[in-house]
């Protein structure tokens, strides 16, 4: 109890000062309605669009969009992460090319996806599966890489096959670092389907920013941003989460 | 290099001299709009040069980077400082910049867009905003992390607070600010794309990709994904290197000399 004193009621205060002081600049018209539309009318927006189901339409759009996306982008990085992670002929053959793409700023991949796959579903999975790719393939094989020595060699010891010191030794070590990288990843995944969805889209969060902002509905424009926020927070949670069951004996790095 | 160091690096660019082949050779005899020679990207970025639009975009896009580097590092900088000398501070402060950090940078775009137009201002801020939070983090973690024993010393010398901070917080916690610069200034450089593109033609390098993809012209886009790509990598370069050369280098030597 009074742990939770010190840890959360303190930001908790200045998150209600903030929105204290939103709802006051509303109240006596401080920023022009235009800039700036008052908390309470974000509400009513909010639930209206709840009870017409609006909002949980584009969300499910965006969401799906990254789910198929971060499932194609992150395992191809944990594959490839794994080869190069593993073999050290893969990391000659392949490291080059990995790292020659890679400085390209992802966004830069956005209007190619577009001519190549069309403004539809394909160019934005293609874009997130792009995003999520580099996070997972880096980490994965650092997590491979770092397997200590000594513990192969007791596999080795053991007489283990290749296949078994694969499974039981170099796959549990390397986990939490792959866990890092997906974590990571479906960030950025998160950020590139709301980005495809603002360069051009028919549904989903980031085009119903778009169109709010086009229509200077400010409200729908403030609602679009706490659920894209919203989103970004709760993934990173249940991330977290996964982290913390699946691997709990290693340090949450923040 | 050693011979077996030269001989790895010969098979790592046997694949991307092979795609290169490949693709010169299929569109000699398969030039279509989807897949334009890259000989014609070449051609494009001549062009390009001559008329002084890539001039141009170079000049818009590095100033826009420029700023909002400025901006948010310095920002950055001076909160996590604050942050990293203040427990009072770090307790109602840390948790909520943890969370915002969490929003993704890209759905703040339609909100500065009403707030500050479709004008440099809005993607300054964004790439501000992104480069906050690496030195932020990294500033106040650094502070967290100086050893107790060394800021006793301190007391025992009887130094002020503000000498102690000069003199020993900030010298120790500089391969942590260190880091904190290396990331705000490649991930700048990816949100100044962002930026960029999602705020419409407006005079950048990303100018070389929109237009290119409303046009259909796949030999602008690929010559701005490898421009945008070559200078991503020299920025790469450039902050790893940052702390080492010219003025930087006195400034982190002076530092550690004055302890």
Request: with cysteine; net charge positive.
């Amino acid at each position: 109890m009074k742990r939770l004193l010190r840890t959360i009621l303190p930001p908790l205060s200045v998150q209600l000062a903030v929105l204290l002081a939103w709802y006051l600049s509303g109240k006596y018209e401080l920023v022009p309605t235009t800039l700036l539309v008052p908390p309470e009318r974000v509400w009513e927006t909010a639930k209206d669009m709840w009870s017409t189901s609006e909002l949980q339409t584009h969300v499910g759009w965006s969401l799906r969009r990254v789910f198929l996306g971060y499932l194609i982008g992150s395992g191809a990085g944990i594959v490839l992460g794994a080869a190069v992670g593993i073999s050290r002929r893969a990391q000659v053959w392949l490291g080059p090319t990995l790292d020659i793409f890679k400085q390209v700023p992802v966004f830069a991949w956005a209007p190619m996806m577009i001519l190549f796959f069309g403004i539809e579903e394909a160019s934005k999975l293609a874009f997130v599966a792009v995003a999520c790719f580099y996070p997972v393939l880096l980490n994965t094989s650092q997590g491979v890489q770092s397997v200590q020595s000594r513990h192969r060699e007791v596999g080795e010891a053991f007489g283990l096959s290749r296949t078994r010191i694969f499974l039981r030794i170099v796959v549990p070590s390397a986990i939490p670092s792959v866990l890092v990288g997906l974590r990571q990843s479906i960030a950025l995944a998160w950020m590139a389907v709301v980005s495809a969805e603002l360069l051009g889209a028919e549904s989903g969060i980031g085009y119903f920013m778009t169109y709010s902002r086009l229509l200077f509905q400010m409200d729908g424009v403030i609602v679009g941003v706490l659920a894209v926020g919203a989103i970004g927070i709760l993934t990173n949670a249940l991330l977290g989460g996964l982290e913390r069951w699946l691997v709990p004996w290693t340090k949450e790095v923040a | 290099m050693s011979t077996r160091k030269k001989l790895d690096l010969a098979k790592g660019l046997v694949i991307p001299a092979l795609f290169l082949g490949v693709w010169i050779a299929w569109t000699r005899t398969h030039e279509s709009l989807l897949i334009p020679s890259p000989w014609k990207s070449v051609l494009t970025t001549k062009e390009l040069w001559e008329s002084h639009a890539l001039q141009g975009y170079l000049v818009t896009s590095l100033r826009r980077y420029f700023f909002g580097l400025l901006l948010g590092t310095s920002l950055g900088f001076v909160v996590g400082g604050l942050l990293g000398s203040s427990r009072w501070l770090e307790r109602f402060l840390l948790p909520n910049f943890n969370m915002f950090r969490q929003v993704p940078l890209v759905g703040w775009i339609p909100l500065l867009v009403i707030w500050f137009g479709m004008e440099d201002l809005s993607r300054v801020v964004l790439i501000a905003m992104g480069a906050f939070f690496p030195i932020l983090l990294n500033t106040h973690a650094g502070i967290r992390r100086v050893p107790a024993g060394y800021l006793e010393v301190g007391d025992v010398f009887g130094l002020s607070r503000w000498a102690k901070f000069k003199r020993i917080v900030l010298p120790s916690a500089l391969p942590w600010i260190r880091s904190g610069t290396i990331l705000s200034l490649t991930f700048g450089w990816t949100i100044l794309v962002a930026s960029e593109l999602l705020t419409q033609a407006n005079g950048g390098l990303s100018d070389i990709l929109d237009v290119g993809r409303e046009r259909f012209r796949l030999d602008m886009v690929n010559a701005g994904i490898v421009i945008l790509g070559l200078l991503g990598f020299a920025f790469n370069l450039l902050a790893t290197r940052l702390w080492s050369i010219g003025p930087l280098r006195w400034l982190s030597q002076n530092i550690h000399n004055s302890h």
